[in-house]
């Protein structure tokens, strides 16, 4: 895809600062994050657009890393008016009474242990996939879950990114 090809990503790379800002942060809400990608602007392409979000999210420290999460809605339980979040998590509605209350008690679990929302890349999954995933999850030190919510993060930024580039 190249910039002639993606009419967003044109947009984006011409935009000024402060509305190519809150375009990012609507993406991810770590400002270390959003800094980094404004300082690469102009991206050729939406290649050099995730490569460069992957670089910056492995840069993220553990503050950076709250900061982003905190942009997070708890699985089944996205923001009300916030369409990124209930496209994402389109698996959870339609999940019975029993698994969103199951799905609740469990991310109040990861909550209490981890200190924040558990994170997962939610777009394609199940309710009953994502269950498993923090049920699995939730037995993770906290360096490896660290590691596992970075890893989560690359995958929502590089999708909402590509919605960015696409103009959509």
């Given at each position: 895809m190249t910039s002639s090809t993606a009419p967003g990503l044109t947009r984006f790379n011409t935009a000024e600062e402060g509305t190519a800002r809150a375009a990012l942060h609507e993406i991810c809400a770590a400002t270390a994050w959003v800094d980094a990608m404004l300082a690469r602007r102009p991206y050729p392409d939406a290649a050099a657009l995730f490569t460069a979000s992957d670089a910056a999210t492995a840069e993220l420290g553990a503050a950076d890393l709250a900061e982003a999460m905190a942009g997070h809605p708890p699985?089944?339980?996205?923001?009300?008016?916030?369409?990124?979040?209930?496209?994402?998590?389109?698996?959870?509605?339609?999940?019975?009474?029993?698994?969103?209350?199951?799905?609740?008690?469990?991310?109040?679990?990861?909550?209490?242990?981890?200190?924040?929302?558990?994170?997962?890349?939610?777009?394609?999954?199940?309710?009953?996939?994502?269950?498993?995933?923090v049920r699995e999850r939730i037995g993770n030190?906290?360096?490896?879950?660290?590691?596992?919510?970075?890893?989560?993060?690359?995958?929502?930024?590089?999708?909402?990114?590509?919605?960015?580039?696409q103009g959509a």
């Amino acid at each position: 895809m190249t910039s002639s090809t993606a009419p967003g990503l044109t947009r984006f790379n011409t935009a000024e600062e402060g509305t190519a800002r809150a375009a990012l942060h609507e993406i991810c809400a770590a400002t270390a994050w959003v800094d980094a990608m404004l300082a690469r602007r102009p991206y050729p392409d939406a290649a050099a657009l995730f490569t460069a979000s992957d670089a910056a999210t492995a840069e993220l420290g553990a503050a950076d890393l709250a900061e982003a999460m905190a942009g997070h809605p708890p699985i089944g339980r996205p923001e009300p008016g916030d369409p990124a979040s209930s496209r994402e998590q389109r698996g959870m509605a339609a999940a019975s009474g029993r698994l969103k209350a199951e799905m609740l008690e469990l991310n109040l679990a990861y909550q209490e242990k981890f200190g924040h929302v558990f994170l997962i890349c939610a777009t394609g999954l199940t309710g009953e996939q994502m269950r498993d995933a923090v049920r699995e999850r939730i037995g993770n030190t906290r360096d490896g879950e660290r590691e596992n919510v970075r890893t989560e993060l690359v995958k929502i930024n590089r999708i909402r990114l590509t919605r960015l580039a696409q103009g959509a």
